[in-house]
């Protein structure tokens, strides 16, 4: 399995543009969880879904965000208009019910940085 | 949002000795899991822990669950360079499937 995928790896955007980033999770996992990490605020969970259904937004930071999952292997997480407080590495990952022994694997990230 | 208190932040320690890191939460865990992240990558998954004082090693690694299940600790016997990087602690609450990493120690190994 070539694990969690995200794209890109590194956006570079003008402050107010609209932001897409993708996710593809693991075969079979039924959790995905969208986490944002900065020096700052640390890595904050900012949604989940269960089954392609969001959960729990309540890290979402504000209208600007919003985070989509049309099916089992896709999700996105759209920023618009962007903020230069927005820049941060934004992570997906993935899990699976039944057993926590192999705990979320996490893709290797978007750093986004908006100017 | 909810954070988990994660000491020391920063450790610096000398190649061969050991380093500690503790975990901390005000309110019961149904577990908790640590992962570690190095520079510029992503987190891994290490460990799961689940029952009051259970103790878990992976050869250098031992993992401790506080009895009250509010606190946990990850020791490194003997560090060696691989061993750079952040260790993060990340708590579930029951009722929930979301874990909430703690705030990280960065751990910098001198050779």
């Known amino acids: 399995d070539a694990g969690v995928i995200q794209s890109p790896r590194h956006e570079v955007t003008e402050m107010g543009q609209e932001v897409t980033l993708r996710c593809k999770p693991i075969s079979g996992h039924d959790y995905l969880f969208w986490y944002r990490q900065t020096m700052m605020r640390g890595l904050e969970l900012l949604i989940y879904?269960?089954?392609?259904?969001?959960?729990?937004d309540s890290g979402m930071p504000e209208d600007r965000f919003s985070a989509k999952m049309p099916n089992a292997s896709f999700s996105t997480l759209k920023i618009q208009p962007s903020e230069p407080r927005d820049s941060a590495v934004y992570f997906c990952?993935?899990?699976?019910?039944?057993?926590?022994?192999?705990?979320?694997?996490f893709g290797s990230g978007t750093r986004l940085t908006v100017v | 949002g909810q954070q988990v208190m994660q000491i020391p932040q920063y450790q610096h320690v000398q190649e061969g000795e050991d380093f500690t890191t503790y975990c901390n939460s005000s309110?019961?865990?149904?577990?908790i899991q640590w992962y570690k992240q190095r520079p510029g990558g992503h987190p891994v998954f290490l460990i799961q822990?689940?029952?009051?004082?259970e103790v878990k090693k992976q050869k250098r690694l031992t993992f401790q669950f506080g009895e009250a299940k509010k606190n946990s600790s990850l020791h490194i016997t003997a560090t060696q360079t691989t061993d750079v990087g952040t260790y993060f602690c990340?708590?579930?609450?029951?009722?929930?499937?979301?874990?909430?990493f703690g705030t990280g120690t960065r751990l910098k190994v001198l050779a």
């Open positions: 990340a708590v579930i609450y029951s009722g929930t499937y979301k874990y909430i």
């Open positions: 879904f269960n089954n392609n259904v969001p959960i729990d």
């Open positions: 309110t019961t865990l149904s577990n």
């Open positions: 990952a993935s899990s699976t019910t039944g057993t926590d022994i192999y705990g979320y694997t």
């Open positions: 822990l689940v029952k009051s004082g």
